[in-house]
């Protein structure tokens, strides 16, 4: 089992839409979680972070964690063309390493 | 703002060949991480170094091997290339008080 898991296939959303992605993590004990795009053959970009049960808003960006049950989400508001992307899911762990557990990630392609 | 620095971009080599892969940290960051994403997946832990020591170690073949320097870059040495070993290298630095990390646009490695 992935220590990060993101079972959802390719999202299709209309330009202005909202998208909606989910993660799951086995790991209780993590203690903070991150949001990266990447685009195809380039690095992943840091989209948001977050460590605190609840929401967090960062322009048409929001993350959602959920440590009882293990979920972290991210909402991304009037979606654009350029939201097309695959989104990352990373946990950090809890010993005091800080290596990044990534899920699969999950492809938005925002249609014009 | 600066940006972690990789070079090279991209390298072509044989098998039973050596790689060099170089990593310059954004300024003031004192810590790097290696990853490597093979095609289709997510990016992978290697090792990370802090203060020029190794902090942690993910799953790094024994084929490779890389260090810290004084100025805090970092160089991951791969030997006895395989066709497997082709990817994109990803170096990510951070600040030991810092939660996140920053990646590098990466090196693609191509084992012929």
């Known amino acids: 089992q992935k220590e990060v898991e993101q079972n959802s296939g390719p999202l299709s959303v209309p330009e202005g839409a909202i998208a909606s992605l989910n993660c799951t993590y086995s790991?209780?004990?993590?203690?903070?979680f991150f949001w990266y795009r990447q685009y195809s053959g380039k690095s992943p970009e840091l989209i948001m972070f977050?460590?605190?049960?609840g929401d967090k808003e960062d322009g048409r960006f929001t993350a959602q964690l959920n440590k009882a049950s293990q979920y972290v989400s991210l909402l991304i508001r009037d979606s654009q063309p350029s939201d097309s992307a695959t989104y990352l899911c990373?946990?950090?762990?809890?010993?005091?390493?800080?290596?990044?557990?990534f899920g699969k990630g999950n492809q938005v392609v925002v249609i014009p | 703002a600066a940006g972690v620095i990789q070079s090279p971009r991209h390298l072509i080599k044989e098998k039973r060949e050596t790689a060099t892969l170089k990593c310059y940290p954004i300024p003031r960051h004192d810590t790097v991480y290696w990853y490597q994403q093979g095609p289709g997946q997510d990016p992978q832990f290697l090792i990370s170094?802090?203060?020029?020591?190794?902090?942690d170690k993910g799953s790094i073949p024994d084929r490779f091997s890389a260090q810290q320097f004084s100025d805090y870059h970092s160089e991951l040495n791969m030997s006895s290339l395989e066709l497997g070993d082709s990817a994109l290298y990803f170096c990510?630095?951070?600040?030991?008080?810092?939660?996140?990390?920053?990646f590098g646009p990466g090196t693609r490695l191509t084992v012929l």
């Open positions: 790991d209780r004990g993590s203690q903070s």
């Open positions: 977050i460590y605190s049960n």
């Open positions: 170094f802090y203060e020029k020591m190794q902090s």
């Open positions: 990373a946990g950090r762990g809890r010993y005091g390493n800080n290596r990044l557990a």
């Open positions: 990510a630095s951070s600040s030991r008080q810092g939660v996140t990390q920053y």
